[in-house]
C-alpha cells in the first residue's frame, strides 16, 4: 500500500515553463486536496476535488489548473511558471469520513 | 468554515506536558476539531479529533470546552521529537480542509 504519492519530488523550471505535479492514492479515496506551503508558512489549499471529474478552486487557485479524470490521480498543472510558484506542494485524500493523509511534498523552483 | 486561532509560537520542558491552545469561536454544530502537526517539511500527521467530547489517544488528548468555541491538544510527556507545527483545524467531516498558520512547537531539553 503505498498510500499518496507525489511525482516529481524536485523539479526546476524556469518563468514562462509549464509543468504537471501527479498525484495517486491507492486507497480509494473521494477527497484530494492540492495544497502549497512557502518557508514559515501554513498550507494554503490551491483547489480540491471531492471525486473522479469534479473539481473546485481553494484558496489560491490563480495561476494553476487540475483534472480529475481517474479517481486514483489528481493532476496540479503550471501553464506559464513564475517565480512566485516557488514552494513545496503537498498532495492529500481522504475518505468521506476520515482524516487526511498527505504525501511527501514536491518541491518547485521556478527561476 | 470556521476560522481557528492559535499562538504563533509555544516552549515546552522535555517531560512536561505540552498544552497547546485553539480558538474557534465561530465554529458550528456539525463542524469537527481536528488537530495535525508538521514536522520539518514533511507532510501533515494527523494526530487527533473530536466533535464535542473529550478524546484520547496513544499521541495526545484532546479538550473541548462545553461551548465548543476553543479547544486545547495536550502531550502529556513531551519529548524532543515533538517539536513541530501544531494545525488546529475545524471542518465539516468530509468537506475541504483548510489550514491556518499553527502554533510552532519548541521541546527543550
Known amino acids: 500500500n503505498a498510500g499518496v504519492t507525489q511525482t516529481p519530488k524536485f523539479r526546476v523550471l524556469k518563468t514562462g515553463q509549464s509543468m504537471t505535479l501527479l498525484c495517486a492514492q491507492d486507497?480509494?479515496?473521494?477527497?484530494m486536496y492540492w495544497y502549497r506551503q512557502d518557508p514559515g508558512m501554513g498550507l494554503r489549499l490551491i483547489h480540491y476535488s471531492v471525486g473522479e471529474g469534479t473539481t473546485a478552486k481553494g484558496e489560491v487557485p490563480d495561476g494553476y489548473n487540475v483534472s480529475r479524470l481517474k479517481k486514483q490521480n489528481f493532476l496540479l498543472g503550471l501553464e506559464s511558471a513564475a517565480p512566485s510558484q516557488t514552494s513545496v506542494y503537498f498532495c492529500?485524500?481522504?475518505?468521506?469520513?476520515?482524516?487526511?493523509?498527505f504525501g511527501e511534498g514536491s518541491w518547485l523552483t521556478v527561476v | 468554515d470556521a476560522k481557528t486561532t492559535q499562538p504563533p509560537s509555544m516552549d515546552c520542558a522535555e517531560g512536561r506536558a505540552a498544552n497547546l491552545p485553539c480558538n474557534h469561536s465561530t465554529i458550528s454544530g456539525n463542524e469537527y476539531v481536528y488537530w495535525y502537526r508538521q514536522i520539518h517539511s514533511q507532510g501533515p500527521q494527523y494526530i487527533i479529533h473530536?466533535?464535542?467530547n473529550n478524546e484520547t489517544n496513544e499521541m495526545a488528548s484532546l479538550i473541548i470546552t462545553e461551548d465548543r468555541k476553543s479547544s486545547t491538544l495536550i502531550l502529556p510527556h513531551a519529548t524532543l521529537r515533538d517539536t513541530a507545527v501544531y494545525y488546529c483545524i475545524v471542518r465539516v467531516e468530509g468537506f475541504k480542509t483548510i489550514f491556518g498558520a499553527g502554533t510552532r512547537l519548541f521541546v527543550k531539553a
Open positions: 473530536g466533535l464535542k
Open positions: 486507497m480509494n479515496h473521494e477527497y
Open positions: 492529500a485524500s481522504h475518505p468521506p469520513r476520515d482524516t487526511i493523509y
